[in-house]
C-alpha cells in the first residue's frame, strides 16, 4: 500500500500534462525535493485551488510508491501567500531566480532542511522588500556552501595562505580564489580585487538577512556587486544541472523596470 506523507513545501515549477492534470516539482522541508502528478489540478478547487503557484508557502499531502520516482499529489493547502511577486517586475525576477537556481542545484531528495530553510527566507526576504541584488549574492554563495561547493574567497584554494594582495585570481575547476604563486601556467582565471574577495567573502559568511547591510559597508557597492555576480554565475554554472535562464530575464529587468534592481 502506498504511504502516505505531508510537508510543508515551495512550488519549483510545474508543467500541463494532459488535459487536465499537472506535473509539479516542489521542494520540500522534510523530504527534500520531489516530483509529482496532480491528477485533475486544473479544474480541483477543493485540492489545488490556487496553490500550485510559485511564491506559495503551501502544506502539501503526498502518496509515494517504492516502484517510482513520480510522487502522487493528493492535495495543497495555502500556509501564506507573498504578494509583491505579481506586484514588482523585479521581485518577480529575483524570486524566479531562486526558484529555478534551488531547482538546478538540488537533485532528487538530497536536500535537507537548510536548504529548504535558506529558499523559505530568500522568499520572505525579497517579499519584505530587501534589497535584490545583494540578497541574490548572498543566496548564490549560500546555496554553493550547502551543496558542497563552498568557495574559498578569503584564503588561497591550493596553499590556504590568506589572500591579502591587491588582486587574486579564480580558478572555477578548483572552486575559490588562487594567489599568484598558486596560479599553474596556462590555467584558466579570473582576477579579483582584494575588495571584492573580502565582499564575498562576508556575503558567504553572514545571514541572508544581513546582505543589504554588508552590501552598504562598501563605498562602490553596486560595482562590486556586479563584479560578485559574475563570479558567482562562473561557479554556479559548473555545477548547475542545466542553464539558470531566469538570468536572461534579470538582466531585461534592470534595463527595462522603472524600479531597476540595486
Known amino acids: 500500500m502506498p504511504s502516505e506523507f505531508a510537508t510543508p513545501a515551495f512550488v519549483l515549477h510545474t508543467r500541463a500534462y494532459g488535459e487536465s492534470d499537472r506535473i509539479v516539482t516542489l521542494l520540500t522541508e522534510q523530504y527534500g525535493k520531489i516530483t509529482g502528478i496532480a ?4 479544474n480541483s478547487r477543493r485540492r489545488f485551488g490556487g496553490t500550485l503557484e510559485p511564491f506559495i508557502h503551501i502544506r502539501v499531502v503526498f502518496q509515494s510508491r517504492a516502484s517510482s520516482d513520480l510522487v502522487f499529489l493528493l492535495r495543497c493547502e495555502l500556509l501564506q501567500t507573498h504578494r509583491s511577486f505579481t ?3 523585479d521581485r518577480y525576477g529575483a524570486g524566479s531566480y531562486v526558484l529555478e537556481l534551488t531547482d538546478r542545484m538540488v537533485l532528487g531528495r538530497e536536500s535537507g532542511r537548510d536548504v529548504y530553510r535558506l529558499l523559505h527566507d530568500a522568499i520572505a526576504l525579497l ?7 545583494s540578497l541574490l ?8 556552501g550547502m551543496s558542497g561547493y563552498a568557495p574559498a574567497f578569503d584564503r588561497c584554494r591550493s596553499c590556504g595562505e590568506a589572500v591579502v594582495s591587491a588582486t587574486s585570481y579564480l580558478s572555477v575547476d578548483r572552486g575559490g580564489l588562487l594567489c599568484r604563486a598558486c596560479v599553474r601556467p596556462g590555467e584558466v582565471v579570473r582576477p579579483v580585487g582584494a575588495t571584492t574577495a573580502r565582499l564575498l567573502a562576508l556575503l558567504a559568511a553572514a545571514p541572508l538577512a544581513g546582505a543589504a547591510t554588508v552590501a552598504s559597508d562598501f563605498p562602490q557597492g553596486d560595482a562590486m556587486l556586479d563584479e560578485a555576480a559574475v563570479i558567482a554565475e ?3 554554472s559548473a555545477v548547475t544541472s542545466g542553464p539558470v535562464r531566469s538570468r536572461a530575464f534579470l538582466a531585461r529587468t534592470r534595463v527595462d523596470s522603472t524600479h531597476p534592481l540595486r
Do not use: I, M, N, V
Open 39 to 42: 491528477k485533475g489540478a486544473k
Open 137 to 144: 549574492r548572498a543566496f548564490d554563495l549560500h546555496l554553493l
Open 234 to 236: 562562473q561557479l554556479l
Open 127 to 133: 517579499d519584505a522588500g530587501a534589497p535584490p541584488t
Open 87 to 89: 506586484q514588482d517586475l
